[in-house]
């Protein structure tokens, strides 16, 4: 089964392990964030990790929050610098039909300076960057209405 499966529990590890270095668990579990590490003390820590991992082992489907993607734009001074305000505007304009199927949320730095303005898809866990508000069109043609990656902006897959 896949309770035992080494991929699994390797999967596991590393999510709990990242959260007791100082991050959140990832967003799936996001009912569970805690900020961990040095701002909390190590039993709380160690007890909301664990239930994030619950959360995310036994929640139904993939996605718990329902079937919509979340667009989170790096705002950080880096990409502001590269026009993500702009960006923001476009997007804003460009998705605003779509209503609760794409939730747009400006963010902090998203820690990939220098490719930015970066966006990211969740929870599919793509990352675009170099991204301006002439890709607002192509980006929801291919991804958002056609469930696959933009490539010509693609940085990552997370």
Do not use: N, W
């Given at each position: 089964?896949?309770?035992?499966?080494?991929?699994?529990?390797?999967?596991l590890?590393d999510?709990?392990?990242?959260?007791?270095?100082g991050?959140?668990?990832?967003?799936?579990?996001?009912?569970?964030?805690?900020?961990?590490?040095?701002?909390?003390?190590?039993?709380?820590?160690?007890i909301?990790?664990?239930?994030?991992?619950?959360?995310?082992?036994?929640?139904?489907?993939?996605?718990?929050?329902?079937p919509?993607?979340?667009?989170?734009?790096?705002?950080?001074?880096?990409?502001?610098?590269d026009?993500?305000?702009?960006?923001?505007?476009?997007?804003?304009?460009?998705?605003?039909?779509?209503?609760p199927?794409v939730?747009?949320?400006?963010?902090?730095?998203?820690?990939?300076?220098?490719?930015?303005?970066?966006?990211?898809?969740?929870?599919?866990?793509?990352?675009?960057?170099?991204?301006?508000?002439?890709?607002?069109?192509?980006?929801?043609?291919?991804?958002?209405?056609?469930?696959?990656?933009?490539?010509p902006k693609?940085?990552?897959?997370?």
């Amino acid at each position: 089964p896949l309770m035992g499966h080494p991929a699994l529990l390797r999967a596991l590890s590393d999510r709990y392990r990242e959260a007791l270095e100082g991050g959140y668990a990832p967003c799936d579990t996001c009912r569970f964030r805690f900020p961990v590490g040095r701002y909390a003390p190590r039993r709380e820590a160690q007890i909301a990790g664990l239930k994030a991992l619950r959360h995310a082992l036994f929640a139904p489907g993939r996605h718990p929050h329902g079937p919509f993607t979340h667009l989170l734009l790096c705002t950080g001074e880096s990409c502001r610098e590269d026009g993500a305000l702009a960006l923001l505007r476009a997007l804003e304009e460009g998705l605003k039909d779509l209503g609760p199927l794409v939730q747009l949320t400006p963010t902090p730095c998203l820690s990939r300076c220098g490719k930015g303005p970066v966006l990211l898809a969740y929870p599919e866990g793509v990352v675009y960057g170099g991204m301006g508000p002439e890709d607002v069109l192509p980006l929801r043609r291919v991804h958002l209405e056609g469930g696959e990656i933009y490539k010509p902006k693609l940085l990552e897959v997370i």
